[in-house]
């Protein structure tokens, strides 16, 4: 079994002919950018500033340490770190060392952590002390104990671990790594019980940054604020972090998303582009306190991640004094962006346009027929940074991609004449809370595990705020259990805040979804529309 599905090599040749995939690893090309832009501030954390040449060199260090403690070109190390500058020198410096970060999100907790170290057999994990009051090492002992991880690299104060910054060694060879290998592993959204793992090449990830660095206007001058956990693939590379150093401009590191936070230092940094999902997009718009910031800096707001409605894209420009770009991306690969010259309802209607002429895009009904131009059905897509497979996941693989390499994305789709998707709806058992995704089976499993729990269903609820929230109708063994004690339940398992169900609603029983076998999906499609109706 093969960890990765590598592109077949009449596509790598096209691709590498149509100068998309160039050769350059990520260590390589951050010493091509530190070459280039030395002196200039790369990463900006609260009152600390790294210039290129400083952050090209933490990396080297960084990646040598990690070699000298026992890393091994190839293996798989979690990193699990906040907004902090300290990020970039760690995954450029697992780069470098030839390892394999597996990016993990601040909100992560046990059960998520454990099993990505399971996946991966990942033998290292980075972490900070403690963030919001949630203490890192403790989860990192507990991880360590139950899985194969061996080092534990902790930003701050290290308790029982290794602090990360005695990691850093000057001297010692750095191994040959190979542009078209998996450089990383990036989270998928996930529509299964078991998380998924994309794997992204040097290759393929850094055509995606080059383009969307374009697209976006970067330049030197580029202050780009960091306001989404840092490890997501839009902050990472839409254009995002990788996208402003190879532009030679500022990474400006956000510690929280809130107009408190991030009003202030937009103003004090002279931010000219961020991104945002559309539920912080929306407190920022509704914030009085953008009256009391000199927000004039703000060139650009980029929201995705979810459904921006018309309705919010439509004001941007009043309320926050700057042009709006909708992101339909997905870590799996394919980023559409409006362009800065479509017309205004272009840009508030719809959700962009691919990165490359090469995007191949099937917009096609449940028979898998291609509809007719401008009817909605679900997007398949391949090209030259569409992964063909997820890490370790051979059989679901051979449903999440057709036979001739193209990527399911669950998303329902409209095209426009212009090329331009409008999202419509989706066609995967997902909720996107507001940016976030939760897997409905996931979290069924997990209530299965309670012992007064029979069965459950997890689905949708229209939010005005975050788009869906999520209900998990549940049938009792016996005694129904509450609803705040499933959640206790489900928080003690290690489940993230944000997949913990919104509402939980006991049912004697399921509806009927027709004649046979009830599909879970048909199941979970009756019990969303009973919230529907209702509204
Ligand atoms: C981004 O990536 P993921 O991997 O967290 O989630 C991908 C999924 C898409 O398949 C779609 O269901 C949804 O998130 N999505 C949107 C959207 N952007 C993403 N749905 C409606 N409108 C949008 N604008 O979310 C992501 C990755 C790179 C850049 C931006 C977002």
Same mark, same amino acid.
């Given at each position: 079994?093969?960890?990765?599905?590598?592109?077949?090599?009449?596509?790598?040749?096209?691709?590498?002919?149509?100068?998309?995939?160039?050769?350059?690893?990520?260590?390589?090309?951050?010493?091509?950018?530190?070459?280039?832009?030395?002196?200039?501030?790369?990463?900006?954390?609260?009152?600390?500033?790294?210039?290129?040449?400083?952050?090209?060199?933490?990396?080297?260090?960084?990646?040598?340490?990690?070699?000298?403690?026992?890393?091994?070109?190839?293996?798989?190390?979690?990193?699990?770190?906040?907004?902090?500058?300290?990020?970039?020198? /760690?995954?450029?410096?697992? %780069? =470098? !060392?030839? +390892?394999?970060? *597996?990016? &993990?999100?601040?909100?992560? @907790?046990?059960?998520?952590?454990?099993?990505?170290?399971?996946?991966?057999?990942?033998?290292?994990?980075?972490?900070?002390?403690? /963030?919001?009051?949630?203490? %890192? =090492? !403790?989860? +990192?002992?507990? *991880?360590? &104990?139950?899985?194969?991880? @061996?080092?534990?690299?902790?930003?701050?104060?290290?308790?029982?671990?290794?602090?990360?910054?005695?990691?850093?060694?000057?001297?010692?060879?750095?191994?040959?790594? =190979? !542009?078209?290998?998996?450089?990383?592993?990036?989270?998928?959204?996930?529509?299964?019980?078991?998380?998924?793992?994309?794997?992204?090449?040097?290759?393929?990830?850094?055509?995606?940054?080059?383009?969307?660095?374009?697209?976006?206007?970067?330049?030197?001058?580029?202050?780009?604020?960091?306001?989404?956990?840092?490890?997501?693939?839009?902050?990472?590379?839409?254009?995002?972090?990788?996208?402003?150093?190879?532009?030679?401009?500022?990474?400006?590191?956000?510690?929280?998303?809130?107009?408190?936070?991030?009003?202030?230092?937009?103003?004090?940094?002279?931010?000219?582009?961020?991104?945002?999902?559309?539920?912080?997009?929306?407190?920022?718009?509704?914030?009085?306190?953008?009256?009391?910031?000199?927000?004039?800096?703000?060139?650009?707001?980029?929201?995705?991640?979810?459904?921006?409605?018309?309705?919010?894209?439509?004001?941007?420009?009043?309320?926050?004094?700057?042009?709006?770009?909708?992101?339909?991306?997905?870590?799996?690969?394919?980023?559409?962006?409006?362009?800065?010259?479509?017309?205004?309802?272009?840009?508030?209607?719809?959700?962009?346009?691919?990165?490359?002429?090469?995007?191949?895009?099937?917009?096609?009904?449940?028979?898998?027929?291609?509809?007719?131009?401008?009817?909605?059905?679900?997007?398949?897509?391949?090209?030259?940074?569409?992964?063909?497979?997820?890490?370790?996941?051979?059989?679901?693989?051979?449903?999440?991609?057709?036979?001739?390499?193209?990527?399911?994305?669950?998303?329902?789709?409209?095209?426009?004449?212009?090329?331009?998707?409008?999202?419509?709806?989706?066609?995967?058992?997902?909720?996107?809370?507001?940016?976030?995704?939760?897997?409905?089976?996931?979290?069924?499993?997990?209530?299965?595990?309670?012992?007064?729990?029979?069965?459950?269903?997890?689905?949708?609820?229209?939010?005005?705020?975050?788009?869906?929230?999520?209900?998990?109708?549940?049938?009792?063994?016996?005694?129904?259990?509450?609803?705040?004690?499933?959640?206790?339940?489900?928080?003690?398992?290690?489940?993230?805040?944000?997949?913990?169900?919104?509402?939980?609603?006991?049912?004697?029983?399921?509806?009927?979804?027709?004649?046979?076998?009830?599909?879970?999906?048909?199941?979970?499609?009756?019990?969303?529309?009973?919230?529907?109706?209702?509204?």
């Amino acid at each position: 079994m093969n960890d990765w599905t590598p592109w077949p090599a009449e596509f790598a040749r096209r691709y590498r002919e149509a100068g998309y995939w160039v050769g350059e690893t990520l260590g390589d090309f951050l010493a091509a950018r530190a070459a280039r832009y030395g002196d200039r501030v790369a990463v900006v954390d609260g009152e600390r500033r790294w210039t290129y040449r400083e952050l090209d060199e933490r990396a080297s260090r960084t990646a040598r340490g990690f070699l000298a403690r026992g890393i091994r070109p190839g293996d798989r190390v979690v990193v699990q770190l906040p907004n902090v500058a300290e990020y970039a020198a /760690v995954v450029f410096g697992l %780069f =470098r !060392a030839g +390892a394999l970060p *597996v990016f &993990a999100l601040p909100s992560h @907790r046990f059960a998520e952590i454990s099993a990505f170290c399971g996946i991966t057999d990942a033998v290292g994990y980075v972490v900070a002390d403690s /963030v919001g009051g949630f203490d %890192f =090492r !403790a989860l +990192a002992t507990r *991880v360590r &104990a139950e899985t194969g991880l @061996r080092h534990v690299f902790v930003h701050g104060d290290p308790g029982e671990h290794t602090a990360l910054a005695d990691v850093p060694v000057a001297e010692g060879e750095l191994p040959e790594v =190979r !542009a078209g290998d998996v450089a990383f592993l990036q989270l998928s959204g996930g529509s299964t019980g078991i998380p998924k793992l994309i794997p992204r090449t040097h290759d393929d990830y850094l055509y995606s940054v080059r383009e969307s660095a374009d697209i976006c206007g970067l330049d030197q001058d580029t202050a780009y604020l960091v306001a989404l956990p840092v490890a997501h693939n839009f902050p990472m590379s839409s254009p995002g972090i990788l996208g402003v150093l190879h532009a030679g401009g500022r990474i400006v590191m956000a510690p929280a998303p809130s107009p408190d936070v991030v009003f202030p230092l937009i103003a004090k940094e002279r931010v000219d582009i961020t991104g945002v999902v559309p539920p912080i997009a929306l407190q920022w718009m509704a914030s009085p306190a953008r009256h009391e910031h000199d927000l004039s800096s703000l060139r650009v707001l980029q929201v995705g991640g979810a459904k921006f409605v018309p309705e919010a894209a439509r004001r941007v420009r009043a309320e926050l004094g700057c042009a709006l770009q909708q992101v339909f991306g997905m870590a799996e690969g394919l980023v559409n962006y409006t362009r800065f010259d479509d017309p205004e309802e272009v840009v508030v209607t719809s959700q962009g346009r691919p990165i490359s002429p090469d995007d191949e895009l099937r917009v096609v009904a449940e028979d898998g027929a291609e509809v007719a131009p401008g009817e909605v059905g679900e997007l398949l897509t391949r090209g030259p940074y569409t992964i063909r497979g997820y890490y370790r996941a051979d059989e679901h693989n051979r449903v999440a991609f057709t036979p001739d390499g193209f990527y399911r994305t669950g998303d329902l789709v409209r095209r426009l004449p212009s090329g331009h998707l409008v999202v419509e709806g989706r066609a995967k058992d997902q909720i996107n809370r507001g940016g976030e995704k939760v897997a409905a089976e996931e979290i069924e499993n997990h209530l299965l595990a309670h012992p007064a729990v029979h069965d459950a269903a997890v689905v949708a609820i229209p939010d005005d705020y975050l788009g869906e929230r999520t209900c998990a109708f549940v049938i009792a063994t016996g005694q129904p259990p509450t609803g705040p004690a499933l959640r206790a339940f489900l928080r003690e398992r290690g489940l993230a805040a944000y997949k913990i169900p919104d509402r939980i609603e006991v049912v004697d029983a399921f509806p009927h979804t027709g004649v046979g076998k009830t599909s879970r999906r048909d199941l979970r499609r009756a019990l969303a529309d009973t919230f529907r109706k209702a509204r």
